[in-house]
């Protein structure tokens, strides 16, 4: 059945008349001198809803691969219902902690792990180690209790792991297992939802499902909005997701909004002032970004839906963002900056350089920042005529930016440290997620060389073939598509291309974030 769900009581809902929704009783059940049971959580239905939508579709969708980079427009579900909620009032907000462990509790030996789970954790989780090596580095880390604690975690790892696995082998057994593990998942997430417990479980499980929706090419986008909604149960129970968590969430809802030329979420004004105050002063910088980042968002939703025309505006707001982006670069805190080095592994390294970071956190935030200029940047190219003389800073940014981008993708699928020091209570995504969007707009803007085009789908191609990761290998023949559509903007502007590219070049004034490793 279609329509807005009914957060009314059952006794009117099974009446089939209007509940007022007063409390502690509705009119109706006072009248009635009936017990009013109550009303249904409206985040509870609103992942329930989601739910459906993706269960429809778990035999497989094309929508990441056919709109990812075309930055279009296609049936997805509204921003508008990704208003994002606000910020406990408590600080520090209430993190989850770890469990005792299993071993301890049991004093035996854990059971055995599924194939999907260990292709899960052998690929698709980074660690806080220097050198971890999946199963073997499991009891080290905080993930080990999860996976024989909770049921939709579990079975959520084994069914992303499985995927993977079915689209590097071809072995379709491996897929029908990948799919009732997705579907065990999805069952105990909304099970657990429905009674409040384990929460920061739910809202961890749901991002990883929506990996599950990325190997497969699949709609990813509706478990973000379903981890939105267990994000608003939570605050609720005092039970806040950490800020670099929340910051995590925001920039893939971002990439959502992008595709689907949709505006921002609404409420990221107030969000971004809430969550600033509960970050420390170093984390903190990353959030006027997304603020930034947002207006960028319906900026580009304004443009693709018609309601703003005029060149003149366009370039006026695209030129403020991109200033503003500029001025935070310049201001990017001494720790934030990379070192360059020499790749440990040559095949993921594109001209032979690697980026160093002082941790992965750090690294994240600087890719969202990458890719995000880079497309500002594409906008103003787009509505500035072909002899303007500042058609030549837009494609110096681009190209210094894409550069930084593909020397980056080294650190994101090697072994790195998340933080040292610092407790992480749930395993972090790994890069090879993470990098997908940002390696896409690198190898398709304006501008761009052959050199790079080609490396990067040589990289989409790899992630795809021998990591399973059937996103990765849909976006090819888009990045293909527009490096031809936009081929005429590098030929006008060759000359002030060739002149200004610095994929071959050092760093440069301009380049505050860089210091080179000595």
Known sequence: MGGKRSKACLNCRIRRIKCDLELPACSQCLRSRKKCSGYRDEHALMF????????????????????????????????????????????PSKESTTPLSILERLSISPPSL??????????????????PTGRAALPASPAWDFLFTNPAYSKACSAAGYAGLSNITGNSDHMITARKQYALSLQSVKNTIQDKS????????????????????????????????????????DQTPSPRTQLFVVFFIFIKCLISAEPSPLGMEVWSQQVQ?????????????????????????????????????????????????????????PHWHFTEKIPDNAS???????????????????????????????????????????????????ARLSTDICHSVSYFLEPCIIEQGQAIPFPVMAGCFIIIFPLAVAGCAVGVGDEMHDWVIGKLEMLGERMGIVSASRLIEKVRKLK????????????????TRMETEGPTEGHTYQRVEE
């Open 198 to 237: 384990s929460l920061a479980m739910s809202f961890e499980s749901a991002m990883i499902l929506s990996l599950f929706e990325l190997v497969n090419a699949g709609s990813w986008d509706v478990h973000v909005l379903g981890g939105v909604a267990i994000w608003k149960m939570m605050v609720a129970h």
């Open 48 to 91: 329930r809803d989601e739910s459906k939508k993706i269960v429809q579709k778990v035999k497989g969708s094309n929508q990441l691969s056919n709109e990812t980079l075309g930055l279009g427009h296609h049936q997805s579900l509204s921003s508008k219902e990704v208003a994002l909620p606000s910020v406990s009032k408590s600080t």
């Open 348 to 398: 993921y390294a594109f001209q032979n350089k690697s980026h160093r970071y002082h941790n992965f956190w750090i690294a994240r935030m600087l890719s969202n920042y990458r890719w995000i200029r880079i497309l500002v940047n594409n906008l103003i190219l787009f509505q500035l005529p072909s002899s303007t003389f500042d058609r030549i800073s837009s494609l110096s940014t681009i």
């Open 277 to 333: 105050k509960r970050m420390t002063s170093d984390d903190a910088f990353a959030v006027p970004l997304a603020y930034t980042t947002s207006r960028f968002v319906d900026l580009h939703a304004s443009v693709k839906s018609g309601r703003i025309v005029d060149s003149n505006i366009i370039i006026h707001q695209a030129t403020a963002l991109e200033s503003e982006l500029d001025a935070w670069e310049h201001l990017i805190p």
């Open 114 to 131: 599924d194939k999907g789970i260990e292709f899960f954790y052998d690929n698709y989780i980074t660690f806080i180690s220097s050198a």
């Open 484 to 499: 031809e559509e936009w081929t005429v903007y590098s030929e006008v502007a060759g000359r002030e291309v060739d002149a």
